[in-house]
């Protein structure tokens, strides 16, 4: 009976010990949470530029959204698993043209070149994936959730410093492809603003479709607070695709790519999951996802943050994967 108890004993101390160290996981993660989302309305440094004529430009005007095209880079050319339905057609939020210069996407520590010495924040991105109903409505989506054919999607992105976004497809891992910037997309510039909302299809009125091929996407997001090296923006990636526009989606190669998968596992990310998802409610209207719009503190928080653990980083490499059976 002794041993029965002692036995006992233990189990109930180690069942209190894993809910305490959950509890204070939890409470860990909701920090990361609610500093991404308190540094809404914050002032930052300008993104670094590599080149003296790299200056911010005024926000242009809004122009007509491009025609509609094909979208072939969630994948394979013309064989994607996952579509973009009417295509990634809209336009950026910002302006200005970037070259290929700068730190290299290995280059993540801190040093002479990097930008995050200074007091700067950790980089950091926030996303939140929404399902897009018949009518229309957009509803969260669990990061983990399997997708089947038919499934639509859009990607709400929010960064927490000036910068430079790049994303990326690799279906099943294999023959990466930038989907962002697009030379289509005010002419290929892909400087962010912190907390300024970006969506994948930039304009959230189309989306991601999955069609009947099993697969698995790997979204790979760049955050940097320069042009990454060797990585066409801009004039660089306008010349890149010549008269090829609509269907020109830039390809690194095999030893770029490497580096950019590298910075998915490193430097150390905090990474975290709002609990207030579980409260969201009636589908939103996209309109509701306007993109260019500064984020307000009052806004829910994305469903997922991920931060550098060191202001040291200039990047952020962030991998979500849309498995689809």
């Not at 043209?97 to 801190?110: D, K, L």
Request: hydrophobic share 35%; proline share 8%.
């Amino acid at each position: 009976m002794c041993l029965k108890f002692l036995a006992a004993a233990a189990l109930l101390a180690l069942v209190c010990g894993a809910s305490a160290t959950a509890r204070q996981q939890g409470q860990d993660e909701q920090k990361v949470v609610e500093d991404f989302v308190g540094s809404r309305g914050v002032s930052f440094d300008e993104p670094a530029a590599s080149t003296a004529a790299e200056k911010p430009k005024p926000r242009p005007t809004p122009r007509p959204t491009p025609r509609p095209q094909k979208q072939t880079g969630a994948g394979k050319a013309g064989t994607a698993s996952a579509k973009t339905k009417k295509a990634g057609a809209g336009q950026s939020s910002t302006s200005g043209s970037q070259t290929a210069a700068g730190p290299s996407i290995i280059q993540q520590a801190g040093g002479p070149a990097s930008s995050g010495a200074g007091g700067a924040r950790p980089v950091g991105l926030g996303y939140t994936i929404y399902m897009k109903d018949r009518l229309g409505g957009l509803s969260v989506a669990e990061p983990t959730r399997q997708f089947k054919s038919g499934d639509a999607i859009a990607i709400a992105l929010e960064t927490n410093t000036d910068g430079y976004l790049y994303v990326f497809n690799a279906e099943d891992g294999r023959d990466p492809v930038m989907l962002f910037p697009h030379v289509l997309l005010d002419g290929g510039s892909n400087r962010v603003s912190a907390h300024e909302r970006v969506t994948y299809p930039a304009d959230v009125n189309y989306s991601f479709e999955f069609d009947d091929r099993p697969a698995t996407e790997h979204l790979y997001i760049v955050v940097s607070r320069r042009p990454l090296e060797g990585v066409p923006s801009g004039e660089a990636l306008a010349a890149y695709c010549g008269a090829r526009r609509e269907d020109c989606y830039w390809r690194p190669t095999p030893e770029q790519w490497e580096k950019i998968k590298a910075g998915a596992t490193g430097p150390r990310v905090k990474e975290a999951k709002s609990v207030l998802v579980a409260d969201a409610q009636k589908p939103l209207r996209p309109a509701a996802l306007t993109r260019g719009i500064k984020i307000k503190k009052s806004e829910p928080a994305p469903s997922v943050v991920r931060v550098n653990d060191s202001a040291d980083s200039d990047v952020l490499v962030t991998r979500i994967e849309l498995a689809h059976r």
